[in-house]
């Protein structure tokens, strides 16, 4: 970021103050080309010397470019500019989203892979979830987005880590700082899969959008019993919510199977498909199995597609107003114009 970038702005509130520009230029030339009116304009001070070298004649004109230079700027912050203009889509048109991903203990295994090196199962989803809200965003590398979303996050109990909201910079933050849960948070152990579908239906009861959608990720089964989570399946189809359901974790081998397998499930280790499926169906979404770092990425994908936003009525602007730094400028080259004109050409009687 420059000096320079703070002058910069998209659009202006009132234009029409522009229009005064060309009279200040004609001003500035004519004050040039005019002849001293009967006083003595002379350079003060040891100023006297410097300005009485042949062809320097220029410097007795600069208190009058300053001063138009400053109205200028003034002008300009007069008219109103605006900076971080966005269009934000009504409402009634759009999607609310909330995310749910688990955080539980064994999400810290590191059975995935980011490229050569390994990975813990939230790592990859952390990556995988901020490329879901990227591509949501209305301009690239802009905090803003059309849909609104929210995060939940969850293990033995869940919690929001963020409401919905339009400003995707918030999420990402929560995203990036979110570690697995440890023994130490007792009241944290397990994975409270109905509860995370209840606080997502519950966040969402309000909404007005045109649509409204669950996205939970999950490595393991529900073991918790304060909310079933077909009863929150049920629930959100009453509210007329969608939920995708991803399941993580890579398929058990065949030397995983029999005895070994059916411990982990029990302990919630393994991913409970035949649940998520039937959330899915429910409501009305669909379940992706993510075994690596691609899939994972490709059901967020999926999902990004299958919720596109299309409408785009009822256009809202919003922006940041921009006119601070040009009255900062007016005020530094008036400034100019008058020490100028004190300390280098003092009129004399």
Not at 77 to 88: E, L, Q, S, T, V
Request: hydrophobic share 45%.
């Amino acid at each position: 970021m420059t000096l320079l970038d703070g002058f910069y702005f998209d659009v202006l509130q009132q234009p029409a103050w522009l229009y005064l520009l060309p009279c200040l230029i004609v001003l500035l030339i004519l004050e040039i080309l005019r002849k001293s009116p009967g006083a003595l304009v002379v350079s003060t001070g040891a100023r006297l010397k410097l300005l009485a070298h042949r062809g320097r004649r220029w410097p007795r004109h600069l208190p009058a470019v300053l001063r138009c230079l400053g109205l200028c700027a003034l002008l300009v912050a007069m008219a109103g500019p605006m900076d971080g203009f966005r269009i934000r889509k009504d409402r009634a048109d759009v999607v609310d989203i909330m995310l749910c991903v688990d955080v539980s203990e064994s999400m810290a295994q590191r059975d995935f892979r980011i490229g050569p090196d390994e990975a813990n199962r939230l790592d990859v989803t952390k990556l995988a979830v901020g490329n879901f809200i990227e591509n949501r965003r209305l301009v690239p590398e802009e905090r803003f987005g059309v849909d609104r979303l929210g995060l939940i996050f969850y293990a033995g109990i869940a919690w929001t880590a963020c409401p919905l909201t339009l400003d995707y910079g918030v999420l990402e933050y929560e995203v990036a700082r979110v570690q697995p849960a440890s023994d130490r948070e007792r009241h944290k152990n397990g994975t409270a899969i109905g509860s995370a579908i209840g606080l997502a239906v519950r966040r969402l009861s309000k909404s007005e959008a045109k649509s409204k959608v669950i996205v939970l990720l999950t490595d393991g089964m529900n073991n918790r019993n304060e909310l079933d989570p077909v009863t929150a399946a049920h629930l959100a189809e009453a509210y007329d919510m969608r939920i995708y359901t991803l399941g993580v974790g890579p398929l058990p081998d065949a030397q995983r199977m029999g005895a070994v397998a059916a411990k982990a499930q029990r302990q919630g280790d393994s991913v409970d498909e035949a649940s998520l499926k039937q959330i899915a169906d429910i409501s009305g979404g669909a379940y992706y199995r993510a075994t690596d770092t691609a899939s994972l990425q490709e059901a967020y994908n999926a999902i990004n597609t299958l919720e596109a936003t299309d409408m785009e009525v009822g256009d809202i602007y919003e922006y940041d107003e921009a006119h601070v730094p040009w009255i900062v400028l007016a005020s530094i080259l008036l400034g100019a114009a008058v020490f100028s004109r004190r300390v280098w050409f003092e009129v004399l009687p």
